[in-house]
């Protein structure tokens, strides 16, 4: 006879745990700062690959004649294989002023096979615009999202398990928001691409748990809720760490394949996924439908009154 | 409980594999020098600019309190598909954003292509290419409309021409780089136009004003490119510029600007992009790999942990990522392909993770079932009738975000992003495409996990199941006899 967990027990201990992690977002955020990419912010990125060996002060000095001293910022690192100059300033520069920039650096520099690997300029105002535009996706996946829970798990009491939902992916979408602050990656496209899917995901495992809730609320109408989710949670144990177990295993190929090859572009994508991914199953199984059973039983002992 | 027969596992297993087959190499046929492609493979799919390497701009007035009509943003978008035709770039993204006067260009470099100076590229489909002949030579400073004189930040004037205007651009009918030899052997590299009826009278009187006496300026977008010496009276509508062309290409690329027609106002650059195809091809090779293990390790799990309904998980999965990569590739000729970026990659991965859910909500069903002493046709029958909802909300869900996705990240001109205009109008459009995939590779994957994952899946473990042999409590989860 397997041994039942006592998922619903754990919640206050769930409860606790969630607001720890609002809070460790902001203070994190406020301690180690959080950036935009110029996709949001505005700005140019200028990689250039070169080969040999370059002083970063030289270099630095040399650009910064060449840009302006305010808001530039020089770095040499490594990435997919190559030594790059990362060149990042706050306005934007035109083509023109690109081209210039490249034939300059070339001229500069003519043994070290100077080339341009990526160059994006964009302006603040766009950037702006796009954040609110990306804020705006999120708000209305998730207003989807609830209308859609609320309408399908209407026998059991549909919007209290949508705003129970709702709480848990903005639990997941903290978690998320967390790995991008502690890994210091910049708030991009990839960012929005990364809370949308686990609010897609989130919500998945969250209503494969909530469809046995109401399957077995429908044959143990007499029960307690408290037991009712308490078994439902159990059976759907084996699911939900198979299901975890491969998403989880898929997306950590593409973070340590990208990690050992250097490309940020992929890690900064994969790695909040991750975080967001191990979240959901947590929130799915620990948070939401024993923090909803304690709603129901408020609302029963309510009624009851 | 409906009867499926035997044979039905193999007839689909082996669709399947026809189709993961097919997906992967494509359908051609070869005529001595000719390749046909009947059904395209993966080799076809157009991958996106983060792979390729490529370039992308924005565009908008240059006048920012300008407010351009609609007409006339389309008439910049025809200019600039143009110049792209015109320089041998047909693989191209070009869409407007009406609601923000914005042009989006985006475009991968040719697989020939050596010099990759995405900046200079830019500028000339930027170039207001404003052609202009005007008698004599004379310049003023440049006035606005009130008549004052313009003086830029260092107090100096634009010269522009003061001579009375002969030609416009609108009067070439075509433009063409030639070259010819020289009375001192030297080759040099003219463009010759050739004029519409309108404007070979205006030509025609103003050599003859010239003729002998005097110049005609040629000028382009307010620098002066050319001022021979008039010294005949053309009457037939051919003239030639020769403007110290150094090379072929140089003449070609003044031939191409005037043959795709100046832009009705000065247009400038506000987000540009550019990315060398080396920095594409490592990571393009990374997801492949990344992809490859993923898959791997998860089927291994699935057929150890649910033995035979895994193995029918197994297929059902290889079949639902050929099915979305035939999407992607254009494998169905009734759907355009997809430009296939990294996040559209890590979305196919993602799938292949959340498409392996139905079929374990429904192995954990059955077994379920076989452990609380169901015959095994009950347990299967059962099972896969009691996961179907859980497995429709689910993917219901991903549905919606993909859709949203697609909405907000793809172009204006897309289907998602006119159903969700209500709420977007305010914004700009997304001007880098690479999130749209992952949006889209998201909703094909979970289709054909509704296809592959869902209803053939059921198929072919009921097919199975009559199988003697294979009715065994163990292989569907019970426990060990």
């Known amino acids: 006879m397997k041994k039942n967990f006592d998922f619903v027990g754990f919640r206050k201990i769930s409860l606790i745990i969630s607001l720890s992690l609002f809070a460790l977002c902001i203070v994190l955020s406020l301690v180690m700062g959080v950036e935009m990419d110029i996709s949001f912010k505005g700005g140019t990125l200028a990689k250039y690959s070169y080969t040999g060996t370059l002083e970063e002060g030289a270099v630095t000095d040399f650009i910064e004649s060449k840009l302006g001293k305010d808001d530039v910022i020089v770095d040499l690192t490594t990435s997919g294989g190559k030594t790059i100059i990362s060149i990042s300033k706050t306005d934007v520069l035109s083509p023109e002023d690109q081209e210039a920039l490249t034939e300059a650096l070339k001229a500069q520099y003519p043994n070290n096979k100077i080339v341009a690997e990526q160059v994006n300029a964009v302006q603040p105002s766009m950037g702006r615009s796009f954040f609110a535009k990306c804020l705006l996706a999120v708000g209305l996946a998730a207003l989807f999202l609830i209308l859609y829970v609320a309408y399908r798990f209407r026998k059991i009491g549909g919007f209290s398990a949508g705003l129970m939902a709702v709480f848990a992916l903005v639990n997941d979408l903290a978690f998320a928001y967390l790995a991008f602050i502690i890994f210091q990656i910049p708030l991009n496209d990839n960012f929005v691409a990364v809370m949308l899917t686990i609010l897609g995901y989130s919500l998945n495992d969250t209503i494969v748990i909530f469809d046995r809730i109401r399957e077995n609320r429908a044959k143990m109408s007499k029960e307690p809720i408290h037991d009712v989710v308490n078994l439902s949670l159990n059976q759907s144990l084996g699911r939900a760490i198979s299901t975890s177990l491969s998403t989880i295993v898929a997306m950590t190929c593409v973070a340590v394949v990208a990690a050992v090859m250097n490309l940020d572009s992929i890690i900064s994508f994969a790695i909040p996924m991750l975080f967001g991914l191990v979240s959901g199953s947590y929130t799915s199984l620990f948070l939401c439908p024993p923090v909803w059973s304690l709603w129901m039983e408020k609302k029963a002992k309510k009624g009851n009154k | ?481």
């Not at chain 2, 143009?82 to 991968?108: F, H, K, M, S, W």
């Not at chain 2, 990315?275 to 291994?300: C, K, Q």
């Not at chain 2, 996961?387 to 919606?400: C, E, K, L, Q």
């Not at chain 2, 072919?460 to 569907?476: D, G, N, Q, T």
């Open chain 2, 1 to 481: 409980m409906k009867r499926v027969a035997r044979p039905v596992f193999f007839v689909v297993a082996l669709l399947i594999a026809a189709l993961v087959i097919t997906t992967f190499t494509g359908v051609y046929s070869q005529y001595g020098d000719r390749t046909d492609t009947h059904i395209k493979g993966v080799g076809d799919i157009r991958f996106g600019i983060d792979i390729r390497g490529g370039v992308e701009a924005t565009f908008g007035p240059a006048d920012k309190n300008m407010d351009a009509t609609d007409k006339q943003m389309e008439a910049i978008k025809d200019v600039i598909a143009q110049r792209l035709i015109l320089n041998g770039v047909t693989d191209y993204e070009l869409y407007t954003d009406l609601a923000n006067d914005q042009v989006i260009v985006r475009y991968p470099w040719a697989s020939h292509e050596t010099e990759f100076d995405a900046a200079s590229a830019i500028q000339e489909l930027g170039q207001t290419a404003r052609l202009e002949f005007h008698i004599g030579s004379e310049t003023k400073d440049k006035t606005d409309d009130k008549g004052e004189v313009i003086k830029d930040e260092n107090g100096n004037t634009t010269k522009v021409p003061s001579g009375k205007l002969v030609l416009t651009g609108d009067d070439v009918q075509s433009a063409e780089a030639q070259s010819y030899q020289d009375d001192k052997g030297q080759i040099v590299y003219v463009v010759s136009l050739e004029l519409k009826e309108s404007g070979r009278k205006a030509f025609a009187d103003a050599t003859k004003q010239q003729n002998g006496k005097g110049t005609i300026s040629i000028w382009l977008d307010d620098q002066m490119i050319s001022n021979p010496n008039v010294n005949a009276h053309i009457t037939d509508g051919k003239a030639v510029i020769e403007g110290g062309f150094e090379t072929m290409a140089d003449a070609a690329d003044l031939a191409n600007l005037i043959t795709s027609g100046a832009l009705p106002f000065d247009i400038e650059v506000t987000n540009s992009g550019s990315i060398s195809p080396t920095m594409g091809e490592t990571a393009l090779e990374a997801m492949v790999i990344a992809g490859i293990i993923a898959f791997a390790l998860i089927a291994v799990y699935m057929i150890i942990r649910y033995r035979l309904p895994g193995v029918v998980a197994v297929i059902a999965l290889a079949g639902q990522v050929a099915g979305a990569l035939a999407c992607i590739s254009g494998y169905f000729t009734f759907f355009e392909g997809l430009t296939l970026t990294i996040p559209g990659i890590a979305g196919i991965i993602l799938s292949i993770g959340m498409g392996v859910d139905a079929n374990t909500i429904t192995a954990e069903r059955i077994k379920e079932e076989i452990r609380a002493g169901r015959t095994i046709d009950g347990a299967v029958d059962r099972g896969t009738k009691a996961s179907f909802s859980a497995i429709f909300d689910g993917n219901v869900t991903v549905i919606i975000v993909a859709i949203v996705l697609m909405g907000v990240f793809g172009s204006s001109t897309s289907l998602w992003a006119k159903l969700l205009s209500w709420a977007l109008y305010f914004f700009p459009v997304a001007t880098t495409g690479s999130v749209y995939s992952f949006g889209f590779t998201l909703l094909v994957g979970i289709i054909w996990n509704f296809i592959m994952g869902v209803w053939l899946s059921r198929m072919m473990l009921k097919s199975l199941c009559r199988f003697k042999a294979l009715r065994k409590p163990f292989l569907l989860g019970g426990e060990r006899v």
